[in-house]
T-cell receptor, first 114, second 113 residues
Framework: QKEVEQDPGPLSVPEGAIVSLNCTYSNSAFQYFMWYRQYSRKGPELLMYTYSSGNKEDGRFTAQVDKSSKYISLFIRDSQPSDSATYLCAMRTYSGGGADGLTFGKGTHLIIQP | NAGVTQTPKFRVLKTGQSMTLLCAQDMNHEYMYWYRQDPGMGLRLIHYSVGEGTTAKGEVPDGYNVSRLKKQNFLLGLESAAPSQTSVYFC????????????FGPGTRLTVL
């Protein structure tokens, strides 16, 4: 079982819809959770960064973490064609002297239809 | 601020050739990383550095070497390129104690024939 599972899609929704993107993970030590957006042939761009469980909102984006279920979500409200991209979840444990770096999901390809 | 920059953007190599990828950041970040991204595999960590003069292995280090002689630069070297190293390479950096979020460069597309 991979540490982080993410449905690759593609996920196609009409403009204006609410989008829900999700990741599940197996390592209960993960405490820091991030969402990145990656446009075609570009580098990943940080969207949201949360610590432990709870919700965080930034404009049209809401990140949600449920550590009891090992499940994280990214919601996009009033979706726009410019939101069409691949969305990567990433997470890590607290740095306690072990290996550094993020563990990524494989990404979900999102298409917003005008 | 330019953020994280990578040189070159594209490169084609023949099997057995060597090359160096350069990553530079102007944010005074302590930590720097090299990832490769392959279809169906996601982003995988090759090597990383927690400060000037230090390097460490990541998940897929074989066939690569790195150096961090200056805080702002992180070099990734391929001594004898193989077709399995055809990939998109991303460099990233983060501040250090201030947080774990990483900031990525635009990537280098490498093809090994």
């Amino acid at each position: 079982q991979k540490e982080v599972e993410q449905d690759p899609g593609p996920l196609s929704v009409p403009e204006g819809a609410i989008v829900s993107l999700n990741c599940t993970y197996s390592n209960s030590a993960f405490q820091y959770f991030m969402w990145y957006r990656q446009y075609s042939r570009k580098g990943p761009e940080l969207l949201m960064y949360t610590y432990s469980s709870g919700n965080k909102e930034d404009g049209r984006f809401t990140a949600q973490v449920d550590k009891s279920s090992k499940y994280i979500s990214l919601f996009i409200r009033d979706s726009q064609p410019s939101d069409s991209a691949t969305y990567l979840c990433a997470m890590r444990t607290y740095s306690g002297g072990g290996a550094d770096g993020l563990t990524f999901g494989k990404g979900t390809h999102l298409i917003i239809q005008p | 601020n330019a953020g994280v920059t990578q040189t070159p953007k594209f490169r084609v190599l023949k099997t057995g050739q060597s090359m160096t990828l350069l990553c530079a950041q102007d944010m005074n970040h302590e930590y720097m990383y090299w990832y490769r991204q392959d279809p169906g595999m996601g982003l995988r960590l090759i090597h990383y550095s927690v400060g000037e003069g230090t390097t460490a292995k990541g998940e897929v280090p074989d066939g690569y070497n790195v150096s961090r002689l200056k805080k702002q630069n992180f070099l990734l070297g391929l001594e004898s390129a193989a077709p399995s190293q055809t990939s998109v390479y991303f460099c990233a950096s983060r501040p250090g104690l201030a947080g774990y979020e990483q900031f990525f460069g635009p990537g280098t597309r490498l093809t090994v024939l």
